[in-house]
């Protein structure tokens, strides 16, 4: 069985930092991409950013220059610093990991809430 633990999500002000943690744990097969998804209330949950095992990074239009997503493979974790964070950023924002044999796994969420 395979564990995403989510970490560092809170309150903080616009224009304030944050990092969030992720990491996977159980029984892991071959990591291929892991990535960290929001969604704000009333909203479809969105790609904010992923990478891959080759350290190929994707990120949402709206966090670039702002987000950076990072891992540590021997870890089996990922972070996202989020700098320069606005009141729109404000979501649950959750881990997700997808293996080379195509099982996909979520966290639990961990809610980051930007004041104005």
């Known amino acids: 069985q395979v564990q995403l633990v989510e970490s560092g999500g809170g309150l903080v002000q616009a224009g304030g930092s944050l990092r969030l943690s992720c990491t996977v744990s159980g029984h892991i097969f071959s990591i291929k991409t892991m990535g960290w998804y929001r969604q704000a209330p009333g909203k479809q949950r969105e790609l904010v950013a992923s990478i891959t095992t080759g350290d190929i990074t994707t990120y949402a239009d709206s966090v670039k220059g702002r987000f950076t997503i990072s891992r540590d493979n021997a870890k089996n974790t990922v972070y996202l610093q989020m700098n320069g964070l606005k009141p729109e950023d404000t979501a649950v924002y959750y881990c997700?990991?997808?293996?080379?044999?195509?099982?996909?796994?979520w966290g639990k969420g961990t809610l980051v809430t930007v004041s104005s």
């Open positions: 997700n990991v997808r293996f080379t044999l195509g099982m996909e796994y």
